[in-house]
């Protein structure tokens, strides 16, 4: 018993330790995807006569704002979890710990499958992207190890002396969040979005080749004493003249993953003019991704040095939004009047700008140069 509880233990601590690493290498991912759960359940509890929805709404509202912090949090605690239970620290807590923590993941896993809303529940981030039903089925799986770990704990030894456990659970601590500061001050180490160095965003834009589509049938409703029965359009009953019509519907009797990985990235100018296909056929251009202008002045100095080697060596420069005109209007305070700013959807604009701004280097619409503002000389050196 002692090798099956320890085989588990290894098992559940590594699954745990690489969930977290996987997600902390992209803090921001798990956060927009746990505002798309908050956004969801938002919009139930406005429909519902719940006698708390009014304190819960305000609950998620609350989560949704700070989701960033949250996604930190709940990233560093996986790894964390992880590294003690392998060390076999705290036993009791440690194990409950984990309990609680699968609990909250196998709701939201069998949330995201029931409510068929979620493709993906971001349970390993983008990079290792899992179908709801098997992240409910993988959490589950955990969710019964953890309990075998609960009952059979008196098996669990701590390994190292008490000295060296602390200490790698404090070098644990340092690392899972001082990680994910890092990478929320520059960009992930491994870049799994369609955004990501050497991909063409025009292909990007495009259906994968081999993506399955969603299938549809027409469907033919009859009523016949009393009850209502639906019939394929081509394989009406023999004696469907006996029946009487009552409508016709599709009904969709497949769902497909014919999506492309870019959607909704379209570059309008505040004059009305499209730039999209135009920045995309450039020799060479280059693109900041801003989500917001509050930090300006922060990231200013860079972005004005970039943009006057831009100008200098005639390389289309555009400032990429949702928040345009707001932005040209900050610039020009700011003394860059010539800026040309662009309005583009907030999904795309958050997958390209996990540090606000991101600066992208374009040729001919591929993607050969993706750095965080303050490393913008990168692609000065370029131009």
């Given at each position: 018993m002692r090798i099956a509880v320890n085989t588990v233990r290894i098992l559940v601590g590594v699954l745990f330790i690489v969930s977290g690493l996987v997600k902390a290498n992209d803090p921001h991912g798990l956060s927009y995807k746990m505002q798309e759960f908050f956004e969801v359940w938002i919009a139930s509890l406005e429909t519902s006569t719940f006698f708390a929805r009014t304190a819960l709404m305000s609950l998620f509202h609350f989560l949704t704002a700070h989701s960033l912090g949250l996604s930190v949090l709940m990233n560093a605690l996986e790894i964390i979890a992880g590294v003690a239970l392998l060390l076999g620290w705290w036993r009791r807590g440690v194990l409950y710990g984990l309990l609680a923590l699968i609990v909250f993941f196998t709701f939201l896993t069998a949330y995201a499958f029931l409510s068929g809303k979620f493709k993906n529940c971001g349970c390993f981030g983008d990079c290792l992207p899992i179908p709801p039903l098997a992240s409910f089925f993988k959490d589950v799986a955990l969710l019964l190890l953890i309990i075998f770990l609960i009952i059979f704990q008196r098996y669990l030894q701590p390994l190292l002396t008490r000295q060296g456990r602390l200490f790698v659970l404090a070098v644990s601590v340092v690392f899972a969040f001082g990680f994910q500061q890092l990478m929320l001050r520059n960009l992930p180490i491994a870049d799994c979005l369609p955004f990501k160095k050497g991909n063409n965003i025009e292909a990007q834009m495009k259906i994968p080749a081999g993506a399955v589509t969603d299938s549809f049938a027409?469907?033919?409703?009859?009523?016949?004493?009393?009850?209502?029965?639906?019939?394929?359009?081509?394989?009406?009953?023999?004696?469907?003249?006996?029946?009487?019509?009552?409508?016709?519907?599709?009904?969709?009797?497949?769902?497909?993953?014919?999506?492309?990985?870019?959607?909704?990235?379209?570059?309008?100018?505040?004059?009305?003019?499209?730039?999209?296909?135009?920045v995309l056929y450039e020799p060479k251009a280059v693109l900041v991704f801003a989500l917001h202008f509050r930090d300006l002045n922060s990231w200013l100095p860079d972005i004005k040095a970039l943009y006057e080697k831009a100008r200098k060596q005639n390389v289309p420069f555009f400032v990429v939004?949702?928040?345009?005109?707001?932005?040209?209007?900050?610039?020009?305070?700011?003394?860059?009047?010539?800026?040309?700013?662009?309005?583009?959807?907030?999904?795309?604009?958050?997958?390209?700008?996990?540090?606000?701004?991101?600066?992208?280097?374009?040729?001919?619409?591929?993607v050969t140069e993706k750095v965080a503002y303050h490393r913008a000389d990168r692609i000065i050196k370029r131009l």
């Open positions: 027409t469907v033919m409703v009859y009523a016949k004493g009393g009850k209502e029965y639906e019939f394929d359009a081509a394989k009406l009953p023999d004696d469907w003249a006996t029946y009487k019509y009552v409508r016709m519907s599709t009904k969709q009797v497949r769902k497909g993953n014919a999506e492309p990985p870019i959607k909704g990235f379209s570059l309008m100018g505040l004059d009305g003019n499209d730039y999209t296909m135009p939004s949702h928040l345009a005109s707001e932005g040209k209007i900050q610039l020009s305070a700011a003394g860059l009047p010539d800026v040309m700013v662009v309005s583009c959807d907030i999904t795309p604009v958050r997958s390209a700008a996990r540090v606000n701004p991101t600066v992208y280097l374009l040729e001919k619409g591929t």
